[in-house]
């Protein structure tokens, strides 16, 4: 069983920054994509970011790019997302993703921002923003 883990949330005040980091555990496993979403109380989970392990294909929300940064540590198959300039809009339920499917382009645009097309999700973990 595959079960990605979550790091680093907390409460930070609007302009801050904070680091989260989806690594999973439990048994070997190699992603192809992943990608983190939030949910912030009474509304929908929305996409935030994704990228691929090829190193090419880092995407963002609107509402995130130019604050929020995607990467990766192969060597960990780690996901961090960076997130500076934090506003209290950020406030949510951060929550990674991530598939074993190798999409290609095609798939990879329609797909990205899609939760239902990630195979394995983790826990999730709060961020709150302060004024």
Do not use: H
């Amino acid at each position: 069983q595959v079960q990605l883990v979550e790091s680093g949330g907390g409460v930070v005040q609007a302009g801050g920054s904070l680091r989260l980091s989806c690594a999973p555990s439990g048994r070997p496993f190699s992603s192809a994509a992943m990608g983190w979403f939030r949910q912030a109380p009474g509304r929908d989970r929305d996409f935030v970011a994704a990228i691929r392990w090829t190193g090419s294909g880092e995407v963002y929300a609107d509402s995130v790019k130019g604050r929020f940064t995607i990467s990766m540590d192969n060597a960990k198959n780690t996901v961090i997302l960076q997130m500076n300039s934090l506003k209290r809009e950020d406030t949510a339920v951060y929550y990674c993703a991530a598939t074993t499917a190798l999409w290609g382009q095609y798939l990879w645009n329609n797909n990205y921002a899609e939760g239902s097309k990630y195979d394995y999700w983790g826990q999730g973990t709060q961020v709150t923003v302060s004024s």
